[in-house]
């Protein structure tokens, strides 16, 4: 055999070769509906499974947000009498212009402002003795509970109450950590 010749069958009349697959002119490749509407299924079967679990995720996190705010609201107060206010406590704008608290915490006061999905309420009574401070979620899927604390310092669970801060820790039962 002569190096140019070459052992490869020839192609036929038509251009196509024995045994190679055929290709069909025109014909374009892609999915088909059915593979289409089976990725579409599968992709929300796992939407179904993923958001469930996303928004417990994202209460959850609102919550013990609302639980540190809580905290640091507490701390505050107890600084700000041993430090400025002669043994009373003070209000937010007392706090915030003592930079004892973060003016985007003490804002949050109405649903517009809420901060990480919880609306907060400070309570001092009138001879400045005592303070409460509540936290409740702006919405049902900001959190499922309100929080309080006063005077000592413990932080109390309460039922839910959509926007309504509890004004005391009565009725509360102690967070255990």
């Not at 959850?60 to 919550?63: K, L, P, R, S, T």
């Given at each position: 055999m002569k190096?140019?010749?070459s052992r490869e069958t020839p192609p036929a009349a038509g251009g196509h070769r024995p045994g190679a697959?055929?290709?069909h002119a025109g014909r374009a490749r892609g999915?088909?509906?059915i593979e289409l509407l089976i990725v579409v299924a599968i992709i929300g079967i796992v939407a179904a499974i993923a958001i469930p679990n996303l928004v417990a995720s994202r209460r959850?996190?609102?919550?013990a947000a609302a639980i540190s705010a809580v905290r640091t609201l507490?701390?505050?107060e107890e600084g700000y009498r041993a430090t400025f206010g002669s043994g009373s406590f003070?209000?937010?704008p007392e706090l915030v212009a003592r930079q004892m608290v973060d003016p985007?915490?003490?804002e949050a006061t109405a649903v517009n402002k809420a901060k990480s999905g919880y609306i907060y309420?400070?309570?001092v009574t009138p001879d400045r003795a005592t303070y409460c401070v509540g936290a409740a979620p702006a919405t049902d899927f900001q959190g499922t509970r309100n929080f309080s604390t006063d005077t000592p310092g413990v932080i109390y669970l309460h039922t839910l109450d959509v926007a309504n801060p509890p004004a005391s820790t009565a009725g509360g039962t102690p967070l255990r950590n």
């Open positions: 190096p140019t010749e697959p055929r290709r999915f088909s509906l959850a996190a609102n919550e507490s701390s505050a003070g209000t937010f985007v915490l003490a309420a400070l309570t």
